[in-house]
């Protein structure tokens, strides 16, 4: 593609020293073999452990005594059955307690990449012609869990990226609530998951519940169930099922006090605790014209994966819901910054081949896509997909798109669709627009360079891209040049 792509030196490399306090149980009696340790500690070898602890930690981490505390709530029924009132425990020994059940996770340990960019909402004290900036990451550690993360940064005039200082203390929401739930809904989710009818009769759960029910009453209706019904295999799987689909609703609200850099989205659900993965965040302007970021990821519990979306005004309250309908079932979901031609659309990629774009008139409900493009040409023949949303230009829908090749080479590519039609192709790349050079093609996963969403900014393209699943950077393009090459291929 005779296109000049501006690499630049700016590289966001993983930093194993980004930790996060995450509760850790390692098993009922090993657990109960500490608790009664700590209880038979006399007061002064209470105090001596514990300050050594937070003499250690406490610069580590926001309010770790905090920390400490939630969880030690967690396992405050272990304490019970020891025939001890956790409430009557001194308040030095339940902290300590607590400092046993927990355990620092460094966040991006493995991998700092996939990023997608948006502009802030926050453009105050900018500078003529800079742009306050978010990019958002997939950190993987331990155990190669994803999470989500966040920088900001300043793209001066010439789209050269400040990154503004980096919190020292990384924390999780402050505050989880769960979703209440629509049976009927709910059900039609079920359905769409697996023929729930024709091995468990609905009444054993679902009409037990009222029409608006809570995780919480879902649960007690399972293990009611279970006790009074013969659990066959398939039985057991689809009560899980049902558990697992119901703690995909969550929000999330992060402290005030908190840097951005500093707000870590973890895994909460149990359909999520292998990861949150690559995250493609989008500014959407609704008919009204109020501005709200979505991001479409995948969700995964290291069997199966499951579409979800993300939303926020400000990026300290999220509500993450899960994505329904027929076509809500791979991965590379990416929402269209507007409605078009007044319903929500999305790209997708069904059959991890081939791109199609699906509209509806409820952002959650996707049940019918049409195919948009097929793998052509020789760097693009094993797949084609979407890196990020689609970005709105005077000349049409610009879509960054990845290509996979010879070797498993991911490349980058454009597309151009009509602003009225999203299904009319303009024009594509014939060649890449960026391929893996010599420094970008060693990593975890090699000869890959990915984007999850890129912007405009002063007449270029920002592309900020993942170098073989490892590090990321970014690099900018003229997009009247980008456009007009794609127009003419």
Known sequence: MQVTVNRKNLVFNPDPSRVIARFLFTGEERALNTIQSILAMSEKQVLLTLNQTLRDYSMRHRNISRIFEKHFNKIANLIKSLDKNPDEIDYSKKILIGSYFTMEYSIESAAFFNPSMVEHPDQTDIKPGCKRV???????????????????????????LTVESIGDMLEEAEHIRRHVYDKKSFNHKLEEMQEIHGLIPPALILDKLPEKFTYGELRKCIYESRKSVHLTSDKEFLFNQLTWLASSHYELQFSLDTNISERVIFPVSVNEKNGIEDARFVKFTDEDNNTIYYATYTAYDGTTILPKLLETEDFYHFRIRPLHGEIAQNKGMALFPRKVNGKYAMLCRLDGFNNYIAYSENITVWREANILQQPQYPWELIQIGNCGSPIE????????????????????????????NPEKEIGRSKTPLLIPNTEEREGYVPNVVYSCGSMIHNDELIIPYAMSDYSSTYASVNLKELISEVKNS
């Open 134 to 160: 978010i990019i958002s990451f997939r950190a993987t550690g331990e155990g190669h869990i994803s999470s989500i993360v966040f920088r900001t940064g300043i793209l001066d005039k010439s789209n050269n």
């Open 393 to 420: 230009t005077e000349e049409g829908w610009l879509v960054i798109t990845h290509g996979v090749g010879p070797m498993r080479e991911y490349s980058l590519g454009a597309a151009l669709f009509d602003l009225d």
